[in-house]
């Protein structure tokens, strides 16, 4: 079972809104990842989580904040949005985290669908 | 600098042809391929893997080849079917590194019944 569970499928928010996406897996996974994909383009890294620890941050904009409650769950708080964060929001994870992070497969979630009015 | 290539955007393949699709890569430490499909409004599923010792790595249908010598890999899918419609990413890593996949920009792949 490679499963990776995100809630909600749809988000849609205000830019003074505050709203979070929740991310939630079962595998034992190690790390835990967020991506960004918009239309027509790769997925993109946001952060990632090993050991439930923040490891890697690839310069995010702090309007988006992330979470990792315990080892099953990732969390991305959202605050003070731009329409042009509006994409796919994707949770992934895969087995092994810290400095094995590289030579892993990575395993997503269905995606959240994030628009900002 | 692009480090993973999928330099067709598009490819469109009829039904029971084989589907060949491309990857090439600049990193040198990469040992660590993998494919992704996509289809619109969900989340990329992972689809066949290979790693650097071996030179080919099948799944039923599917079946990647490297060639590292050229930092080239390729996906072949045979018998091409219609719901292989997707796009599909070429993804790759270091088993020595501490950094995720680094993904290519994907080709949309459409296969004609």
């Known amino acids: 079972d490679t499963e990776v569970t995100q809630t909600p499928k749809h988000l849609v928010m205000g830019m003074t809104n505050k709203k979070s996406l929740k991310c939630e897996q079962h595998?034992?996974?190690?790390?835990m990842y967020w991506y960004k994909q918009k239309a027509k383009k790769p997925p993109e890294l946001m952060f990632v989580?090993?050991?439930?620890?923040?490891?890697i941050n690839e310069s995010v904009p702090s309007r988006f904040s992330p979470e990792c409650p315990n080892s099953s769950l990732l969390n991305l708080h959202l605050h003070a949005l731009q329409p042009e964060d509006s994409a796919l929001y994707l949770c992934?994870?895969?087995?092994?985290?810290?400095?094995?992070?590289?030579?892993?497969?990575?395993?997503f979630g269905e995606g959240s669908w994030l628009t900002v009015v | 600098d692009q480090q993973v290539k999928q330099n067709s955007p598009s490819l469109s393949v009829q039904e029971g042809r084989i589907s060949i699709l491309n990857c090439d890569y600049t990193?040198?430490?990469?040992?660590?391929f993998l494919w992704y499909k996509k289809y619109p409004a969900e989340g990329p599923t992972f689809l066949i893997s290979?790693?650097?010792?071996?030179d080919k790595n099948e799944d039923g249908r599917f079946t990647v080849f490297l060639n590292k010598s050229a930092k080239h890999l390729s996906l072949h899918i045979v018998p091409s079917q219609p719901g292989d419609s997707a796009v599909y990413f070429c993804?790759?890593?270091?088993?020595?590194?501490?950094?995720?996949?680094?993904f290519g920009k994907g080709t949309r792949l459409s296969v004609i019944a």
């Open positions: 992934a994870s895969s087995q092994e985290g810290g400095n094995r992070v590289g030579g892993n497969t990575i395993y």
């Open positions: 595998m034992g996974h190690r790390a």
């Open positions: 989580y090993s050991y439930e620890k923040l490891s």
């Open positions: 990193n040198s430490m990469f040992d660590y």
């Open positions: 290979i790693s650097s010792i071996k």
């Open positions: 993804a790759a890593s270091s088993y020595s590194g501490n950094t995720p996949l680094v």
